[in-house]
């Protein structure tokens, strides 16, 4: 079994900055993107941003220009360096490794809080 640990949610206001971090507990073979959803209140959960192994990445119009995902493959972690941050990005960030064979794993939740 794989954990996701996340880290680096907050409160901040407007225009300011976080960092989320996400480590899986251990090594995987078959990884295909590492990444961040989010889930506001009474909303879906949407994509924010993925990141493969190769490093080719895809974000939400929403956040382009402003978030910024990385990853460093040998520690299992992926990050995700949150800019210009708007009260609408409030909501519960969830680190997601989806691999190609085996099952997909979703970490925890960290909230992040954007408020004036």
């Known amino acids: 079994q794989v954990q996701l640990v996340e880290s680096g949610g907050g409160l901040v206001q407007p225009g300011g900055s976080l960092r989320l971090s996400c480590a899986a507990s251990?090594?995987?073979?078959?990884?295909?993107?590492m990444g961040w959803y989010r889930q506001a209140p009474g909303k879906q959960r949407e994509l924010v941003a993925t990141?493969?192994?190769?490093?080719?990445?895809n974000y939400a119009d929403s956040v382009k220009g402003r978030f910024t995902i990385s990853r460093d493959n040998a520690k299992n972690t992926v990050y995700l360096q949150m800019n210009s941050l708007k009260p609408e990005d409030t909501a519960v960030y969830y680190c997601?490794?989806?691999?190609?064979?085996?099952?997909?794993?979703w970490g925890q939740g960290t909230q992040v809080t954007v408020f004036s």
């Open positions: 997601n490794l989806n691999r190609n064979i085996g099952p997909n794993y």
């Open positions: 251990k090594s995987i073979f078959d990884i295909r993107t």
């Open positions: 990141i493969t192994t190769g490093g080719s990445t």
